[in-house]
């Protein structure tokens, strides 16, 4: 496939980017000549990697202060990190639903906070956050994780407003059930508390998505990089569904 030039040499920053959907998007901006940068937990041979731990403001702060030292700008953002918890309010731990909101909604306030103010001064950028199907809808036990979520739409859409005059576009991908490394925790303790057999829990979340099966992280890694690209400049503020049909039943 051949390169396209808008992403030749640009400066493209995946928090959360050593797994998943995350090291999907590293690697197709990688291929499209992006210079990239991989903030993340866990050490990865894709892209520019910091250790980067998103609860941690001053990590935050550093990394990205360490990117622009060495660049000089920052183009593109998908902020990606998250973790996903599989309980009610009754079942949720005050230290779960503390760590839950530090990931999820905290982190990603924090990278924006630092990464907003260098694309207003260059005037230019383009952000993608990670949202979920639960930016639309509700779903049992996802109590905290579906209240992270459905607060990233609100911060994609305020961010999209506050910045749209500095040419800085905000946008929100929001994956349906995606064969992650995330998700066989989720299912594993589903499996634990409904006593269903792990196989027959896989066969049910296929059968709850219109389209019969599972999405790929790099499907994901594609939708975001057609939000982080020119074809879509008159697109802000949204919330783009990615969910093999999930949410439109």
Request: net charge neutral; hydrophobic share 45%.
């Given at each position: 496939?051949?390169?396209?030039?808008?992403?030749?040499?640009?400066?493209?920053?995946?928090?959360?980017?050593?797994?998943?959907?995350?090291?999907?998007?590293?690697?197709?901006?990688?291929?499209?000549?992006?210079?990239?940068?991989?903030?993340?937990?866990?050490?990865?041979?894709?892209?520019?990697?910091?250790?980067?731990?998103v609860q941690d403001y001053e990590q935050v702060r550093r990394?990205?202060?360490?990117?622009?030292?060495?660049?000089?700008?920052?183009?593109?953002?998908?902020?990606?990190?998250?973790?996903?918890?599989?309980?009610?309010?009754?079942?949720?731990?005050?230290?779960?639903?503390?760590?839950?909101?530090?990931?999820?909604?905290?982190?990603?306030?924090?990278?924006?906070?630092?990464?907003?103010?260098?694309?207003?001064?260059?005037?230019?950028?383009?952000?993608?956050?990670?949202?979920?199907?639960?930016?639309?809808?509700?779903?049992?036990?996802?109590?905290?994780?579906?209240?992270?979520?459905?607060?990233?739409?609100?911060?994609?859409k305020s961010s999209a407003i506050d910045y749209a005059p500095h040419n800085v576009r905000v946008n929100c991908i929001c994956p349906g059930t995606i064969d992650t490394p995330m998700l066989a925790p989720s299912i594993e303790r589903f499996h634990q508390m409904s006593g269903m057999r792990v196989e027959e829990i896989h066969a049910m979340l296929r059968q709850a998505q219109p389209i019969q099966r599972l999405g790929t992280p790099e499907e994901i890694g594609r939708a975001v990089l057609f939000l982080l690209s020119d074809d879509c400049r008159f697109m802000t503020g949204a919330l783009l569904s990615a969910d093999g049909g999930y949410t439109a039943q």
């Open positions: 496939m051949q390169k396209r030039a808008e992403f030749e040499g640009k400066v493209a920053v995946v928090v959360g980017g050593a797994s998943g959907m995350g090291n999907a998007t590293v690697r197709l901006l990688a291929a499209e000549g992006c210079r990239t940068h991989v903030l993340d937990i866990t050490p990865t041979a894709d892209g520019s990697f910091q250790s980067c731990d990394c990205v202060q360490n990117i622009v030292d060495q660049e000089g700008r920052i183009d593109l953002l998908f902020v990606a990190a998250g973790v996903h918890l599989f309980a009610g309010i009754e079942e949720t731990s005050i230290a779960d639903f503390e760590r839950v909101l530090a990931i999820n909604l905290k982190g990603p306030f924090y990278v924006l906070k630092e990464v907003l103010p260098i694309m207003r001064k260059q005037r230019y950028g383009n952000v993608v956050l990670m949202g979920s199907d639960q930016v639309f809808i509700g779903k049992g036990s996802s109590t905290v994780y579906g209240m992270s979520k459905a607060a990233l739409g609100q911060l994609t």
